[in-house]
Nanobody, 117 residues
Framework: QVQPVESGGGLVQAGGSLSLSCSAS????????LGWYRQAPGKQRELVAA???????NYADSVKGRFTISRNNAKNMLYLQMNSLRPEDTGVYYC???????????WGQGTQVTVSS
């Protein structure tokens, strides 16, 4: 069983920046829709940003202009650049890879992002 692995989480002050990465061996990212989700304590998991295998990009309204999602299919990597971080961005960030034409749906274990006031 293949599981994506996130890295780059940590503690930052409001206004700071953080970069997240996601990688996975054993699956070909170019065949998958990729996305970042986050979950704050007591809240449901929400979509932060997504990049389909066709190149379509989608951002949650709350992160538009601050976050940038990118992917490198040749390296099987997914990235999330987060700038101008706010305390409300705090949560566990998950990488997701979904094969749109089949049953494949892979989730990482998550990486904690904490933004202090």
């Amino acid at each position: 069983q293949v599981q994506p692995v996130e890295s780059g989480g940590g503690l930052v002050q409001a206004g700071g920046s953080l970069s997240l990465s996601c990688s996975a061996s054993g699956i070909v990212f170019s065949l998958y829709d990729l996305g970042w989700y986050r979950q704050a304590p007591g809240k449901q998991r929400e979509l932060v940003a997504a990049k389909t295998n066709g190149g379509t990009t989608n951002y949650a309204d709350s992160v538009k202009g601050r976050f940038t999602i990118s992917r490198n299919n040749a390296k099987n990597m997914l990235y999330l650049q987060m700038n101008s971080l706010r305390p409300e961005d705090t949560g566990v960030y998950y990488c997701n890879a979904k094969y749109s034409l089949g049953a494949g749906d892979y989730w990482g274990q998550g990486t904690q992002v904490t933004v202090s006031s």
